[in-house]
């Protein structure tokens, strides 16, 4: 598996490797399959997870696999929550809406406690990471906007507009400049994207997952 972090071609003195590109891009089509609303986004981003849980494995950074799992299982959850949900909008996609104060709370005060919690770990444990705060801050807004796309809700891209802000740096930093390069090409897309589903909170006519609980 040595292969995945072999340099596929070097852009702008970066040496890109071929886990960082083939993860990315596929996690990139995830997104936009997120855009389309389509279940799609789901298996696609479980892919990419597993391309760079496999990346980081054999690189040896612990903490950035340990990432990648979460990713892969929050992707399942996604997926069974809109098989659940059997569209809800006009076009037969997922309906989408904007979340509740109560849920912006919940989801706020998770990222919150989550990246404390999480830099903490990554504190004790320096092998899990280099840069503990920086890389919590990623790993639990990343689960934080996964699991707002997988409620149907808008939040999700302001949640990966946020994500992005962090994560271009750390990941130039990183060595991983495929993954800078494609969070700045997530942050044209999500702002493509969250005006579609700020736009779609207007014509859908019941929320997405009709009937599940808030």
């Known amino acids: 598996m040595n292969w995945l972090n072999s340099e596929a071609f070097s852009l702008l003195g970066q040496h890109i490797k071929w886990s960082d590109m083939a993860g990315n891009v596929i996690g990139l089509l995830g997104l936009a399959f997120g855009w389309r609303r389509s279940i799609w986004s ?72 989550g990246t404390v919690a999480v830099a903490g770990l990554f504190q004790a444990y320096p092998s899990l990471s280099w840069a503990p705060w920086p890389d919590a801050y990623i790993f639990v807004g990343t689960v934080v906007a996964m699991y707002a796309q997988a409620r149907g809700m808008v939040e999700f891209w302001f949640a990966w507009l946020l994500v992005d802000v962090v994560g271009v740096p750390l990941n130039f930093a990183n060595g991983f ?30 929320p997405v997952l009709e009937g599940a609980p808030a």
């Open 42 to 113: 789901w298996p696609t981003q479980f892919l990419s997870g597993l391309i760079l849980f496999a990346a980081f494995a054999t690189a040896h950074f612990s903490g950035s696999a340990g990432k990648q799992v979460v990713v892969m299982v929050v992707a399942a959850f996604g997926w069974w929550q809109w098989n659940r949900g059997k569209g809800g909008a006009a076009d037969g996609h997922i309906a989408v809406r904007f979340a509740t104060w109560r849920e912006r709370a919940v989801l706020l005060g998770a990222a919150a406690v």
């Open 177 to 206: 400049a495929f993954s800078a390069f494609v969070y700045i090409v997530y942050g044209a897309l999500v702002l493509w994207g969250m005006r579609d589903w700020w736009l779609r909170t207007r014509t859908d006519a019941r």
